[in-house]
């Protein structure tokens, strides 16, 4: 799935950036099967904005916007 990534705290078009995220489907239909389409996409989401939220994290870290710990 293509997606741009939208970082909150009122930034431009410009600080977005393309991600593709790879969900594997024997996975994917397992969930649907045991807690249903509406909680797999809320999950699916929640690990998205994880993922997400981490890679901003460790950018900030590497450019020293923001220490390890915090």
Do not use: N
Not at 10 to 16: E, Q
Not at 27 to 51: F, K, M, T, W, Y
């Amino acid at each position: 799935m293509d997606a741009e990534a939208r970082m909150d705290g009122g930034g431009s078009g410009a600080d977005r950036q393309p991600h593709t995220f790879v969900l594997d489907h024997t996975l994917v239909e397992r969930a649907r099967r045991e807690v249903g389409e509406p909680d797999v996409v809320r999950s699916i989401e929640a690990a998205l904005v994880a993922a997400l939220d981490y890679r901003a994290w460790v950018r900030a870290v590497r450019e020293g916007r923001r220490d390890v710990l915090g």
